[in-house]
């Protein structure tokens, strides 16, 4: 026999035991619903059509099998389960047509009941998007909802394809009514599509439009930190420093977790202003509640500009108790270098940082600095909407010793 993939091994499997069963049923005179009709059931000439589908599948002729399967199923509503399995297989081996024909088939069978005909619609859905036809899977799910027919996963496919097609306004319409009918908070998610229509305003320079979807995004979710950080951003371009830094501190107010992303240019807004001396204090004040790295490198950068190094020592040592990380091991050694040309220290350690110093050098810059909560996706890059699993919001700073 040849080497079949597991699925249409599987479904081989499947089919023989169905009939099995069965004809087992069958000579008890017992139930029905199950996967296949009994060989013995069907007129003989049935039955025999039948083992050559099944024949065809074993050797690997999935369309010759899939037009004897075709026949059988305008024949009797029984050969239905085997349809659906059938088309489900062609289409988690890719065969895209095959699966299209066999779904469409099943449909428009009049004889088969409404809710065989709704499950393969939603399955013929499925192929659609697999398929990359997404008009014609927009077309379906919507007729689905508008139907108030399997309401709930047609809005979660709708959801899928605008968020595909970058059709915002849609997903926010699809997402609450799919709310509204599944009682599930889609806040969040609302919150970052309307974000996405602000990028968009603000990528043709509309920034009065970009504003208002901002609003609207807080309307929907007051608690989500990107709306801040990108005010932050757009008062950035317009250098309107005091409300940059308002902006991004109340971004860390909502969500401690983006201060790796947004602490460069929160320092660099403060610097604007000339208030080197308040982004120290807040840095100080930061790293009494949390142990980020990057706050310890700014405060390293900011005591060596002020020439406040002895504010230093402390922190780094109880830093470096608590939450040890490479990158406060070389800040803690540029403190060393910097502040030790004039204490004596002994040569051995001075030998052990300049081998440290690139060592670690290196490591920082091959380090990931985000990762999907949800699928684990890492990089060097935050993601709003991961472009792995597609989740919003589930990229967040690594920790460990090579993180925050
Ligand atoms: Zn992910």
Known sequence: MNVLLPGLGGLVAGLLLGMLLQSWRGSRGGGNGSLVPAADNLPSQLGNRYFRGINYLLNEQPDKALEVFLQLADVTPDTVDTHLALGNLFRRRGEMDNAIRCHQNIIQNPDLSEKTRQAATLELGEDYLRAGLLDRAEELFTSLADQKILTSVALQRLLEIFQQEKEWQHAIQVARQHEKISGQSNRRLIAH???????????????????????????SDRQCAR???????????????????????QALRLDADSFPLLIDQLIDAYRHTGSEAQALEFLQRWLQQH?????????????????????LAEVLDDQMRQHPTVGKMHALLRLRASTGSSSSRDIASEDISDLLQPLLEKLLQRRDGYQCRNCGLAGQTHHWHCPSCRQWDSTEPVSGSLGE
Do not use: G, P
């Open 193 to 219: 599509f309307y974000c996405q229509l602000a990028e968009e305003n603000r990528a043709e320079n509309n920034l009065q439009a970009a504003m208002k979807w901002l609003d609207q995004a807080e309307q």
């Open 227 to 249: 709306i801040s950080i990108m005010r932050a951003e757009m008062s950035a371009e317009q250098e309107h420093h005091e409300e940059v830094i308002r902006h991004y501190q």
């Open 291 to 311: 142990s980020n790295t990057s706050a310890v490198i700014h405060l390293l950068a900011l005591c060596e500009q002020l020439d406040r190094l002895d504010l």
